[in-house]
């Protein structure tokens, strides 16, 4: 009896040994499809984004590119370690799903930013260092987010504009064309002659510094208010000028028209005096 249990201990140490050795070497063997599978993984990402930045990918693109693959690969890898210890993939990829969707409906608003900042990188309506409103916001494009885009304001404020409110509104790039107009007004008297005034901004304005001479620089007659005739003064310049053409241009128009003689414009008034009768 004694070597008849022993004999049996015997065997089931023997299986317990046999299925502890199968099983340490499957977890070895995952420990190295990870570490091999990451490894891997970092250099397809890589040489994705070398290959795409030798062609002068935006920078952009190459993170949110150089992101999907590697989660992509990091879900695929897992799934494949679990499918080799016997687990049923089949169920696993219903609780990511299942798990996905209960995020998807608690996020809906970051998913809807990350969906349209998707669509801003494909269809580029502005890419990093353009001069943009969008969102209710303008300024210089910083960074253009996962789920928000940077852009700095003319009085260098820092803001952060969700992906979807930029995409559901209207965009204005202002870099996007070569040139941009500046549009100004000035006021005359209504004796000035106005034909002298025009002539004179027209050529005192196109010698500013960086006002395109085509198009040409823009005076002409846009209204007419109690004081007089109001000058519409539209010179043209590049978008990096932009305040720099403005500020001079309004400089040039109270110089050009005081140095001329060019009466100043005053509102007139006319006052009725009405006389009472006679005393009684």
């Known amino acids: 009896m004694i070597s008849a249990g022993t004999e049996k201990a015997g065997q089931l140490w023997q299986l317990v040994a046999d299925y502890g050795a199968a ?20 250099v397809a990402v890589g040489l994705v984004q070398r290959t795409l930045g030798a062609q002068r990918v935006d920078p952009t693109v190459l993170r949110y590119l ?8 990091n879900i695929l890898l897992v799934i494949g370690i679990l499918g080799y210890f016997g687990v049923q993939t089949t169920t696993f990829a219903a609780l990511i799903a299942a798990v996905g969707l209960a995020i998807g409906m ?5 998913l809807a930013n990350l969906a349209a900042g ?28 996962l789920f928000a885009t940077a852009i700095t304001t003319p009085d260098n404020v820092l803001t952060l ?23 100004l007004k000035a006021q005359l008297a209504g004796a000035a002659d106005w034909h002298a005034a025009a002539a004179l901004l027209k050529q005192r304005i196109a010698a500013i ?10 005076v002409e007659i846009l209204e007419f208010n109690l004081v007089g005739p109001v000058l519409a003064v ?37 006052i009725l005096v009405q006389q009472s009768g006679g005393p009684l």
């Open 161 to 183: 504009v969700g992906n979807n409110k930029i995409f559901g509104d209207n965009i204005q790039n202002f870099t996007a064309n070569p040139f941009r107009r500046v549009e």
């Open 234 to 270: 539209r010179p043209y310049c590049h978008n990096d000028h932009y305040w720099q053409v403005y500020f001079d241009t309004n400089r040039v128009i109270k110089d050009a028209l005081g140095e001329a003689g060019f009466p100043a414009p005053m509102p007139a008034q006319t």
């Open 209 to 218: 510094d960086n006002v395109l001479a085509t198009p040409a620089v823009d």
């Open 66 to 73: 150089g992101s999907f693959i590697t989660v992509t690969l």
């Open 118 to 145: 998707g669509f801003i990188i494909v269809l580029r309506p502005f890419k990093v260092g353009d001069f943009v409103s969008a969102g209710g916001v303008t300024g210089t494009v910083t960074e253009i987010g």
């Open 106 to 110: 608690a996020w809906s608003g970051l």
């Open 23 to 42: 099983f340490a070497v499957k977890i070895l063997a995952a420990i190295a499809f990870w570490v091999v599978g990451r490894w891997l993984i970092g």
